[in-house]
């Protein structure tokens, strides 16, 4: 059966041209309101403390992950306490390379690896929506050896090293999603795949993307009722699921008429079209622009969505 987050990071062709290591001394912030893309720290030594838009706040300990899909404004922080003064807004760059935050001589508190994950793809969303708001992993082994794999790599120089980083970053988002062990109360794609019933469901609907699905059918597949399926569904993923098939058969539409591999009336037909013209008139009303115009804008500009993001911790 198919891998549905799998599949969804594959499509999304994440890149991590950010990675830096970061030292902290005494009390220190940063905050970032600004940067959509998905932002990671692992933390090294020490703490430090995550707190989002809403006042909520979580601490990271040594050996700890936090990925944050949406980073559109948060604050990372000292575990020390610190106020307004202690505000980063240039950090310093240390002669041996990376970065420092707090007193510049004083004895080092923190070291984390961070920085911002980018798709070359334009789906972000797609993955962003269906995932929680904040992903924390502690004492996971595995996670820790690929971070470290990724920061020797984002720091070296060595033949095909955008290759190698692109493929530790989509093992390393599986890994740390797969790995989280409470997702909280959330709803996302993999709350829904942690659900036996809904996960044969969420796996058929990218198994056969071409399937005349209803929600009937989906329903059986699940051994649920349709009215029970349907809720269960919509509260767990966080959205309905003939909305969260056709939000798939469009990022598996995009990646075939990026990569050119069909004519349209193929591509509408593998991704549970009946006809080419009913494939058309969806994707224009949630793209904006025909089949065609897409693959053709996708072509001469082949990483429209690779957005780059510098700041005083990238």
């Not at 795949?193 to 597949?221: C, F, K, N, Q, Y």
Request: glycine share 10%; aromatic share 6%.
């Amino acid at each position: 059966m198919a891998d549905p987050l799998a599949q969804i990071v594959g499509l999304l062709q994440p890149g991590a041209p950010f990675s830096k290591c970061v030292t902290g001394s005494g009390p220190w912030r940063f905050r970032r309101t600004q940067s959509p893309n998905p932002y990671y720290a692992a933390v090294l030594k020490g703490s430090l403390r995550y707190r989002d838009q809403h006042g909520a706040e979580v601490t990271v300990h040594a050996g700890d992950f936090i990925l944050i899909p949406s980073a559109e404004d948060f604050m990372m922080s000292s575990d020390l306490p610190s106020a307004d003064k202690d505000m980063v807004i240039d950090a310093v760059i240390l002669p041996g390379g990376g970065y420092r935050v707090g007193s510049i001589d004083g004895p080092i508190d923190m070291r984390a690896l961070v920085g911002y994950c980018i798709f070359q793809s334009d789906d972000a969303t797609l993955l962003s929506s269906l995932l929680p708001k904040l992903v924390v992993v502690r004492g996971e082994h595995r996670l820790a050896m690929l971070m470290e794999l990724l920061g020797d790599e984002a720091v070296g120089s060595k033949p095909g090293r955008e290759v190698v980083l692109q493929h530790l970053l989509e093992v390393l988002l599986i890994e740390a999603l797969r790995s989280a062990a409470e997702l909280g109360t959330l709803p996302g794609l993999v709350r829904g795949l942690s659900d036996e019933r809904l996960a044969v469901a969420i796996r058929g609907m990218h198994a056969r993307p071409e399937r005349g699905w209803t929600v009937a059918e989906l329903a059986r597949e699940a051994a649920l009722s349709r009215s029970g399926f349907h809720e269960r569904f919509q509260s767990t993923v966080g959205m309905a699921p003939m909305e969260y098939l056709q939000a798939w058969r469009l990022a598996l539409a995009k990646d075939l008429l990026r990569n050119r591999e069909a004519s349209v009336g193929e591509i509408a037909r593998r991704v549970g079209y009946r006809s080419a013209s009913a494939f058309s008139v969806a994707f224009t009303r949630e793209v904006g622009v025909t089949p065609a115009r897409y693959a053709r804008d996708t072509q001469a500009l082949p990483g429209m969505a690779a957005v780059e993001f510098e700041g005083a911790i990238a």
